[in-house]
């Protein structure tokens, strides 16, 4: 079946835009997790979403990120005033259930912001 | 603190030669393990996990407790294992998985 999809997979902005990157996760898949990969940094955990329950915001950066589930499925993650420390690839991935399950990875957003 | 060290950031290895991806966790529970593997132009992807024991693509990893390890292990290295190697470790209990800074493993021919 159909992967973790994301889009835009590419996106430059200018400083101070706000930007949105979309996941799709795997039909199903209750659970869906955003990182950040920056170069030489692995990856870092944002976000966690699982069904209903409210998000594990706790790797947030700052207020200015944020994220939405809709409907269980679709998420976004906004970045408002982007920064140029925010250029990075975001990967969002999803599982069947959280904890222990496999992780599904999206081929990430690549963010350059000028 | 919760960490995961890969001390490594590129090992590079002839083919047929035994390679070791080192990595060293801090946690105080006890974690559930991980490796994640990314070919060039392919997605992240689960290699293994240490509840699993199980050996793939002839790659295997024991999990250390004394010494807080869990090293990536494999016999005789191939030139389709290049790629970017990351270790992770779940909080049991929670959902937040934390990953190395990764290891780029290069086989040469």
């Known amino acids: 079946g159909a992967g973790v999809s994301q889009s835009p997979s590419n996106k430059v902005t200018e400083k101070g835009k706000d930007v949105e990157l979309r996941c799709d996760p795997i039909s199903g898949h209750t659970a869906l997790y955003w990182y950040r990969q920056s170069l030489g940094q692995g990856l870092e955990f944002l976000i966690y979403f699982q069904g209903n329950s409210a998000p594990d915001k706790s790797g947030l950066p700052s207020d200015r990120f944020s994220a939405e589930r809709t409907g269980g499925s679709v998420s976004t993650l906004t970045i408002q005033r982007t920064q140029q420390e925010d250029s990075a690839v975001y990967l969002c991935?999803?599982?069947?259930?959280?904890?222990?399950?496999?992780?599904?990875f999206g081929p990430g957003t690549r963010l350059l912001v000028l | 603190a919760q960490r995961v060290t890969q001390p490594e950031k590129l090992l590079s290895v002839f083919k047929g030669a035994p390679v070791e991806l080192k990595c060293n966790y801090s946690y105080s529970g006890s974690p559930e393990l991980f490796w994640y593997v990314q070919y060039s132009r392919q997605r992240l992807q689960l290699l293994l996990r240490?509840?699993s024991r199980e050996s793939i693509k002839g790659f295997t990893a024991d999990l250390n407790k004394g010494e807080t390890s869990f090293h990536l292990k494999k016999p005789f290295a191939q030139e389709e294992d290049s790629a970017m190697y990351y270790c992770a470790l779940l909080n049991t209990g929670g959902f937040k998985t934390i990953f190395g800074a990764g290891t780029r493993l290069f086989v040469k021919a």
């Open positions: 240490h509840i």
């Open positions: 991935a999803s599982s069947r259930a959280g904890n222990s399950e496999t992780q599904y």
